[in-house]
């Protein structure tokens, strides 16, 4: 009997600028079209999401700026650009939910993180409603309030 491979699993990279930057109006799984070296890179967990966002033209969506650094050992043959540009894999329905969206007035789409999904990699997609300057604010102090409320809770006990 052939012996089980083990598959890596959990969050390879998250784009944390994005859920500060956007409300999350809707997310979806797309799966990524990645060349050999990349997904041994991702496998080093060598990627990066911090200005990515997602480019729909032509009905097909494309992932830009995301930075997976080529590792030294895995591309000797082949010119490795770390920025290139990806075609995400998404379902039609999926794709005109998108476009429908960001043709309204504040709605973009951006990458939220890339996962392990058994042995494939998954860019999970968030269609998002940019923030004011205003809500940002209100987001940190609703957050360093619950931290606090936390806080309590935590040490309420131990105070006896």
């Not at 966002?53 to 930075?67: N, Q, R, T």
């Not at 039609?92 to 996962?115: D, H, M, N, P, T």
């Amino acid at each position: 009997m052939a012996k089980q491979k083990k598959h890596p699993q959990g969050n390879i990279a998250q784009n944390k600028k994005a859920l500060h930057d956007y409300f999350i109006e809707q997310k979806f799984e797309a799966g990524l079209a990645l060349a050999g070296w990349e997904v041994k890179s991702l496998r080093a967990g060598k990627a990066q999401l911090v200005d990515s966002y997602v480019l729909l033209k032509d009905g097909e969506a494309w992932l830009m700026g995301s930075h997976i650094t080529p590792l030294t050992t895995a591309s000797t043959h082949v010119i490795a650009d770390p920025t290139r540009t990806r075609k995400l894999l998404l379902h039609k329905r999926e794709l005109g939910k998108l476009f429908g969206a960001v043709q309204q007035k504040g709605y973009a789409c951006v990458a939220l993180s890339l996962y392990w999904k058994k042995h494939l990699i998954k860019c999970e997609v968030a269609l998002a409603k940019g923030k004011k300057e205003y809500d940002k604010r209100d987001t940190e102090k609703v957050r360093d309030s619950d931290r606090e409320i936390q806080r309590a809770m935590r040490n309420k006990g131990k105070e006896d």
